[in-house]
């Protein structure tokens, strides 16, 4: 907080003694998906209220058009970057921290007055005079929980300001403490990962949709598929034998009513059923939007919520097979007056204990990602050159 204070009161400045007008964090996985979300779902709401106190831009991929993209988009004089990266190791974030590096040399910039690292105290990244200050999170904390860590809190204090994240800390905390209710109509997170269980386990069904009416929820489904699927994609129990049982469900969405206009189909008629997770706003982020045929934008929104809700329950009976609807597609909502800090904070700490619920109940480890280290080091084994059949044949095709 005193650091993002300092920034913003011009304490903190550039080489030529400028304020900062930018943040980029440069990280992937948990050290990208849920500040971006979080970012992304304040953003309007700050212009509107007129709190941004600085425009945040995220780099992620290895691919070098992903970081030339943002380099390419913002005034890097005038730009902070976060190197986010718990341990320290990871290629995507180290391969980009110098890209930008580099990048910030050839502008006639000093990368050390404007890099910042945030990552754990044991990181081969902490206590490193290249950058200008560091910020630490705890180590046990997993990178898709990590957003209400420092992970999340540097660059949404350094955007929005630190009283902006103190209240979506705030709502997530509340949150928290109805998870922690045993009557469980008083703890929503339990009776939806209950349901998700249900569903998955005594229905059968695969797939989960997450459903926000909210443009500016765009990339909440993405952290929740990464919260989700790589806490709760597993094949053993906690004790590493094998259950006998499935586990977590494949989860994918996208905003209404974008989302209307196309995978619905599918959703409405297809040949699998998919349980849907429905959120929505009863006012939208800019207040009064306009009238029009009787309607604001926002209620013409959440028509099409209770339309779709409806639509996937009953169905609809036609001679025509073509345009019958069989119905008895599942569904939830959570409903808030308006997504702002509070709500947000509630609406991520609510799918991470449910999340943890679920993996209690699987009785599997929901903290750990072995899944995704195999590949990892194949990687490294193709780019040393260390490579032979299928790796070796792919290697060439590619030319690597
Ligand atoms: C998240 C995963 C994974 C991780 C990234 C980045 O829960 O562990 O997505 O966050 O691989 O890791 P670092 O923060 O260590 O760079």
């Known amino acids: 907080a005193k650091f993002a204070n300092d920034v913003h009161a011009g304490k903190i400045v550039n080489g030529k003694g400028e304020k900062f007008t930018t ?3 440069i990280g992937i996985g948990g050290s990208d998906l849920g500040p971006r979300a979080l970012y992304l779902a304040l953003e309007n709401w700050a212009k509107t209220n007129h709190t941004l106190k600085m425009q945040a831009a995220f780099i992620s991929n290895v691919d070098p058009d992903d970081a030339s993209a943002v380099l390419n988009n913002i005034d890097v004089e005038h730009a902070l970057f976060i190197v986010v990266s718990k341990s320290g190791t990871t290629l995507e974030t180290l391969t980009n921290a ?12 000093d990368p050390s007055k404007h890099m910042l690292a945030c990552t754990s105290e044991t990181s081969p990244l902490a206590n490193n005079d290249k950058f200008l200050d560091s910020f630490y999170m705890d180590d046990y904390i ?4 990590s957003s209400s860590s420092a992970v999340g809190c540097c660059v949404l204090s350094l955007a929005f300001g630190p009283e902006v994240f103190a209240r979506l800390m705030a709502g997530a905390h509340a949150a928290d403490e109805t998870a922690k209710e045993k009557d469980i109509l008083k703890n929503p997170a339990l009776l939806d990962a209950l349901i998700g269980v249900y569903e998955r386990n005594f229905l059968g069904y695969a797939t989960t949709a997450v459903l926000p009416y909210s443009q500016a929820l765009s990339r909440f489904p993405a ?3 990464q919260l ?3 806490s709760n994609g597993k094949s ?5 034998e094998k259950v006998n049982y499935v586990t977590g469900p494949i989860i994918f969405g996208e905003p209404g009513t974008n989302g209307q206009h196309s995978f619905y189909q599918l959703l409405h008629q297809g040949k699998t059923i998919v349980p849907l997770q429905f959120i929505g706003f009863k006012d939208s982020q800019i207040g009064n939007d306009v009238v029009i045929e009787g309607s604001t934008s926002q209620k013409k929104l959440d028509a099409n919520v209770s339309a779709q809700i409806v639509a996937f329950a009953c169905g609809k009976d036609d001679e025509n097979p073509n345009k019958n609807f069989d119905g008895g597609r599942p569904s939830s909502i959570i409903i808030g007056q308006q997504l702002n800090p509070e709500t947000l904070g509630a609406l991520l700490a609510h799918f991470e204990n449910k999340v943890m619920f679920q993996g209690f109940v699987w009785n599997i480890n929901s903290f750990d990602q072995e899944g995704v280290q195999l590949g990892k080091v194949l990687a490294k084994r193709v780019l040393a050159h260390d490579t032979d059949g299928a790796l070796a044949v792919y290697s060439d095709l590619l030319e690597i």
């Open 223 to 225: 952290h929740l598929q």
């Open 23 to 25: 943040v980029v964090q």
């Open 228 to 230: 989700d699927m790589e």
């Open 98 to 109: 110098a890209f930008v590096e580099d990048a910030l040399k050839k502008a006639g910039v």
């Open 142 to 145: 997993g990178g898709r929980y």
């Open 236 to 240: 053993v129990n906690r004790f590493g």
